[in-house]
């Protein structure tokens, strides 16, 4: 039994390496990911990535099942990426022009974006994300959090892992389940593996919605507790926690569990980052 988000059913097609010399490079790379075209997609993937790279509409869905342990799940904007076409399109051609839509590169351009402007760089002259891309941003980490296939690169660098350390019995009836578990054995992960945990965790860090569980079962509380509390750089963690006692108890039993995943690394405390990133770089650069 799974227990991730289900998707739409879509058929597969075959690789059609003689086709275009793009979709032999975009294969080869797969292959090496460990991603083979059942797993993906792969020729229809790279269709909607030329698409939104031309500022259209994906011309299909892309199901993916990289990670076996987890449903299947149709890709978001066809490429597993922050769509070209919504709400965050200016914002794409003004700080991410020559970046190629898919596989979460987008996004990680706009995360980057958002956290220079989160320590006090401003890219662009001045220039700053608007605040509809910001919320199409949370929503589609709040969605990609909820099941491993959706985040390709994690999903294709944790797939050993997963099938190694999260079988159905290991797993709870929860959003987000394979990314839990992977977190909670991340000292025996691969490295690649390990790296794209990091980065869900950094992620999860500056914001709730990136957390499935602590979306879930905080959520209720910060509309109540945060009410006006900004989204991003940890803001709506830090209130919860100033307000521990006022908390559910399922939202202060998964806050702790989630102070306790933290505790150990300096950049996973996004308060701490926002206010003393400057003076780490200046003082600490060596450590």
Known sequence: MKFEQRGTYSLTKKIAMAKSPILTWLFLGLVVLGIS?????????????????????????????????????????????????????????????????????????????????????????????????????????????????????????????????????????????????LREVEEKLATGCKDEIMKTKIEASQDIAADAMLSELCTDDAEVLCEGVKAGGGRIQECLRKKRAQLSWDCQEELFRKEVEDADNLSLNAVLMRTCGKDKKKFCSDV
């Open 37 to 181: 075209a059942v797993d993906l997609d792969t020729e229809q993937l790279e269709d909607n990535e030329e698409a939104q790279q031309d500022r259209d509409e994906p011309t299909a869905d892309v199901v993916s099942q990289i990670v076996e342990q987890a449903d299947d799940v149709d890709l978001q904007s066809g490429t597993g990426d922050i769509s070209t076409t919504g709400d965050c399109n200016e914002d794409i051609e003004r700080f991410c022009p020559d970046v190629k839509p898919g596989e979460s590169r987008m996004s990680e351009c706009l995360t980057n974006q958002l956290n220079d402007e989160e320590s006090g760089k401003q890219a662009d002259e001045g220039g700053k994300l608007s605040d509809k891309c910001k919320e199409e941003m949370r929503a589609f980490k709040a969605e990609r959090s909820t099941n491993i296939n959706l985040n390709i690169p994690l999903a294709a660098s944790c797939k050993d892992d997963a099938a190694k350390y999260c079988s159905d019995s290991n797993l709870y009836p929860e959003p987000g389940a394979v990314i839990t578990c």
